[in-house]
């Protein structure tokens, strides 16, 4: 997956079982084959387990500040053939790495798909997947130790594992498609179809018969009529009172080079239709061939609902489109999402701090238009922030991790501090004192508040006043930047010549997935949360792929009232937060249905005797914690 802007990532993920600041999915325990399962159920099951394999299908220096924007070479990639059906919440199009390995557009990329560190870290996430699907959508690594990763020796404890195992495979390697269908008033649909050669194909008409046999002691029984196709038909136990009994359908059948499973209640209406488009057009799809690798499209309504996470139509979700494909270095990504009601943005002019913002940087990020989204959450309406910030900036020095800054205009930011930086002290305290390490204290004469001691940095929020105006910063670093040369001009001009657009972020990738290793395994210590483990599958991959990425740019643009546009050009498709953020997830005993650092706390309050700290990094100094006292803000 190419891109998933952390505002999104907050409104689809639901709060867990503490109430800052971490985020959860919720998942259904219950059994995937048996009785009283319908095919929405299923589907809403599956939908973790289809998010790591949609992660996995799409998973290559310069390294400085960019002179040219994102979208000056991407004309070479077609816009979206057409639109969603409207009964259509979720179609994912891959052509997997077999054809990828052929396509010189993807050079670069295969490089990093084919290291050894990828290769052992795609194992372990299929084995993951493969206990997880055999445990019915449940994790079957219990008491076990977080550092866990011999997951092929638990396959023996779920026959059904080793069966399926396989079949993971040929969803990564082979071309693939998969559609949700879900009418108004009618149970959703399923369908899935994979290009696979004869041999291939028995092997999932036989294995996942057997896996569900094992899974479910139901058989499937052989299609009328063809012998490359079987059914299997669940009966569902009545739900009381006179409703009849309900029954489940999952079909497996062949049609040319393509293997198709379908799941619905009782007949399929969707499995005869990509059946069709085949005959017809020698693909499921029913779209055009185009240069794409991956092509994702998704109703977040609709997956929101699904998952139980929110069914509000006030949250005007919008209906999400991603592709990705190459030019031979580079890794080009599009992204459409388009709201069913207007967006209220408004695009104010920028203020960008340029006084404050200096060489050497390893990312900037602008952001604006959020001031009427701030507006509704109640974290703004509890602690009366007026006005409410519209627009952000954050950037990062190469100089050190913790060398990071955040900005937002805010007219006379000295006096909102003076009445809500006590009130932060008071109130998040006590919270603290249960879940993390530290404490926050509010500085009369800085008009701030800093936490800590906590390890390795200094998070603080204050007031300042620069040449552009008054804003509240934020930072994990003791000091203010120091005195050097200006960030270069060409970098502001790419976000101020653009009108329409909202976000701006570029990075030198390389420099920020080593940051965020050191500031990620920091803040698990803050909170009090193991590490990821150092010589895990995860930490090897990232700091093996972290030399082979260069500049990553993404910009997103607002092409009309309801509608935003998104572009990227990397060498990966995921900057250095979304790489560290995917290895959390993929890290998780739980995974897919959880993430790394929502484990269980450390059994040290004070972690004294467990921090690990994060490894040396080429080119980093080891930062030095000089001072805990807050320095004043410039005038």
Not at 190 to 200: F, G, T
Request: glycine share 6%; net charge neutral.
């Amino acid at each position: 997956m190419s891109f998933l802007p952390s505002h999104l990532l907050g409104r689809v993920l639901r709060t867990h079982d503490i109430p800052f600041p971490f985020t959860s999915f919720p998942f259904a325990k219950r059994p995937p084959f048996g009785y009283n399962l319908s095919p929405y159920m299923c589907i809403r099951m599956t939908a973790p387990g289809l998010l790591a394999v949609l992660l996995l299908l799409a998973g290559g220096c310069k390294k400085s500040a960019p002179t040219e924007a994102a979208t000056d070479t991407t004309s070479h990639i077609p816009p979206q053939q057409s639109a969603m059906q409207a009964d259509t919440v979720a179609r994912i199009h891959s052509l997997g790495k077999t054809r990828l390995a052929a396509d010189t557009n993807a050079a670069y990329f295969m490089t990093i798909w084919n290291l050894p560190e990828s290769a052992k870290l795609q194992e372990q996430t299929l084995d993951k997947l493969a206990l997880w699907l055999a445990n019915g959508f449940r994790s079957a690594i219990t008491n076990q130790p977080l550092e866990f990763t011999n997951y092929r020796a638990l396959f023996t404890n779920y026959p059904s594992a080793p069966l399926l195992r396989p079949l993971l495979d040929d969803l990564i390697q082979e071309e693939c498609y998969l559609e949700i269908r879900e009418a108004t008033n009618q149970p959703s649909e399923l369908a899935l179809a994979i290009r696979l050669n004869e041999k291939r194909a028995g092997l999932w008409k036989t294995s996942l018969a057997a896996a569900l046999g094992t899974t479910s002691n139901l058989r499937p029984v052989a299609a009328e009529g063809d012998r490359q196709a079987w059914e299997l038909r669940m009966p569902n136990q009545p739900t009381g009172g006179t409703q009849p009994e309900a029954i489940e359908r999952l079909e497996l059948v062949r049609s040319g080079e393509w293997t198709l499973l379908g799941l619905a209640r009782d007949n399929s209406r969707l499995l005869p239709e990509l059946v069709a488009r085949i005959k017809r057009d020698g693909t499921p799809s029913g779209q055009p061939a185009t240069s794409y690798w991956l092509e994702a499209a998704l109703d977040l309504a609709w997956l929101a609902s699904a998952l139980s996470i929110s069914s509000n139509p006030a949250e005007n979700l919008p209906r999400v489109s991603v592709a990705l494909a190459g030019d031979g270095e580079y890794v080009r990504t599009r992204g459409e999402l388009t709201f069913t009601k207007p967006l209220d943005l408004k695009l104010e002019p920028w203020k960008i701090p340029t006084s404050l913002i200096r060489q050497q940087l390893a990312g900037f990020t602008a952001l604006r238009g959020i001031g009427p989204w701030l507006s509704r959450q109640n974290l703004i309406r509890d602690f009366q922030i007026q006005p409410v910030p519209n627009q952000g900036y954050v950037w990062s020095l190469s100089s050190s991790p913790s060398q990071t800054f955040a900005l937002a205009p805010m007219p006379d930011a000295s006096s909102l501090m003076e009445k809500i930086g006590p009130r932060i002290e008071l109130e998040l305290n006590p919270w603290l004192t249960n879940n993390a390490v530290g404490q926050v204290e509010y500085s009369k004469e800085h008009r701030g508040v800093s936490w800590g001691p906590v390890p390795l940095m200094i998070p603080s929020l204050q007031p300042i006043s620069l040449l552009e105006g008054d804003y509240l910063l934020g930072r994990l670093a003791p000091n203010l930047p120091a005195p050097g040369k200006p960030a270069p001009p060409e970098l502001f001009s790419q976000i101020t010549s653009r009108p329409n657009l909202v976000y701006y972020d570029w990075e030198i990738t390389q420099n920020r997935v080593k940051d965020w290793i050191f500031v990620g395994q920091s803040t698990r210590i803050m909170f009090r949360r193991e590490q990821l483990p150092l010589k895990g599958d995860v930490m090897n991959f990232l700091v093996a792929i972290g030399p082979k990425l260069g500049n990553t740019i993404t910009e997103i643009t607002q092409e009309g009232p309801g509608s935003l546009a998104l572009i990227r050009k990397s060498h990966i498709g995921l900057t250095g937060l979304e790489l560290h953020l995917l290895g959390d997830w993929l890290e998780s005993p739980d995974f897919p249905a959880g993430f790394y650092s929502l484990e269980e706390k450390s059994s040290d309050p004070l972690l004294l005797r467990r921090v690990k700290r994060p490894p040396v990094l080429p080119g980093k100094a080891p930062f030095v914690l000089q001072s805990s006292n807050l320095p004043a803000a410039p005038k």
